[in-house]
């Protein structure tokens, strides 16, 4: 059994959900889905599914500590499985998944080619991760088991150029996701599904070089999450659903002396890298959620990097400014940049809608 996380309404405090707003009330549904104990969720596709509410404590001062509820539904099937759809050119039959060795962390994935094909894999460099296809075509590959890792890494001589989209990420054991998809250029959809990622210590480049990426869904477990510098650099995003629901307990200052951008904490986290690229943004909408959801956790992480969250604009003058203004204190003074840019390639502070 896996977990699929359900966000909580930000506009409820913690695990204190409201009244039963009635059974004739356009609310009640969000009500049932957010408050305690099992209960039955149907999802957009018919699905049926026992919803589950978990409480866990976050915060370091045990006179502040706060109480986060995070809800779950049981997945099943498919939806455990790691989805990625190729486009195989009939010049280049091969296609082969890169991993990264990671400290002798377990491999023990079944690989469903989506061509009738399976092969196993018990390392991160076996033969089982590459296959041969009888004709080019589209195929969707599906990876069961424990697959921790996968690391395309921009290598001109792998194969991210046939990934064309992510459409689960799943609940292998992921335990890295830097540098995943960095270079997948022909990558037109990216959603993190129904996943486990709770075990995920970076996101490091996850998706930088996307340059045809323009929303990410990336309702991701990153409790667990220290490092995320140029996640999203060179990709002309739009949005970012799903970015308003990160656990962010996890992140992890700058460390003194550490001039690698690469691997500093959150460092240009949205940029465009020099490309003639117009840099990414986050939806007014979405980016208010997340100011103030990640506010809501009362973060102190001075010196966290670079932050810069491309030509994102929030609504000023309400809870969203207020929120901004707590991150950028939490962050370490002027280290928060987003929308308000003289030009694509320069930052500077106050993204206001």
């Not at 969720?41 to 866990?56: F, L, M, N």
């Not at 045990?62 to 986060?68: A, Q």
């Not at 921790?148 to 001109?156: D, L």
């Not at 956790?297 to 810069?308: C, E, F, L, M, T």
């Amino acid at each position: 059994m896996g977990w699929l996380l359900i966000p909580n309404n930000r506009l409820w405090e913690y695990d204190n959900a409201p009244a039963d707003p009635g059974a004739n009330s356009p609310y009640r549904p969000l009500w049932l889905k957010q408050t305690a104990g099992v209960r039955i969720h149907t999802d957009p596709a018919g699905k049926e599914h026992k919803v589950y509410t978990k409480v866990r404590k976050v915060g370091s001062d045990v006179d502040t500590m706060g109480e986060i509820a995070k809800t779950y539904w049981d997945v099943k099937g498919d939806d455990l499985k790691f989805q990625m759809e190729v486009l195989i050119p009939s010049d280049g039959l091969t296609f082969t998944i890169p991993c990264q060795e990671d400290g002798g962390v377990v491999f023990d994935a079944i690989i469903d080619w989506g061509d009738g094909a399976t092969t196993t894999s018990d390392t991160y460099n076996g033969n089982g991760l590459a296959h041969t296809y009888s004709a080019g075509g589209t195929y969707t590959i599906k990876i069961d088991g424990t697959f921790p890792n996968i690391y395309f890494n921009n290598i001109e001589a792998g194969d991210k150029d046939k990934v064309k989209k992510i459409l689960n990420l799943g609940h292998v054991g992921w335990t890295k996701l830097n540098n995943a998809f960095h270079g997948c250029v022909n990558l037109t959809e990216f959603s993190a599904g129904a996943s486990d990622t709770s075990s995920v210590t970076t996101l490091v480049a996850m998706l930088s070089g996307c340059i045809v990426l323009t929303t990410a869904e990336v309702r991701l477990d990153t409790s667990s999450v220290t490092t995320l510098a140029s996640m999203f650099s060179n990709v002309p995003l739009t949005d970012l659903p799903g970015i308003d629901t990160w656990d962010i307990s996890s992140f992890t200052p700058k460390q003194p002396g550490n001039t690698n951008i690469w691997t500093d904490n959150m460092s240009l986290f949205m940029t465009n890298g020099g490309y003639n690229l117009n840099v990414g943004r986050i939806a007014t909408e979405t980016y208010d959620a997340m100011l103030i959801a990640w506010a809501a956790q009362a973060p102190n992480i001075p010196s966290i990097g670079d932050v810069k969250f491309g030509l994102s604009e929030f609504t000023a003058g309400g809870e969203a400014a207020d929120a901004r203004a707590v991150l950028v204190n939490a962050f370490g003074g002027d280290t928060l940049t987003d929308g308000d840019s003289a030009s694509n390639s320069t930052f500077k502070d106050g993204g206001e809608a």
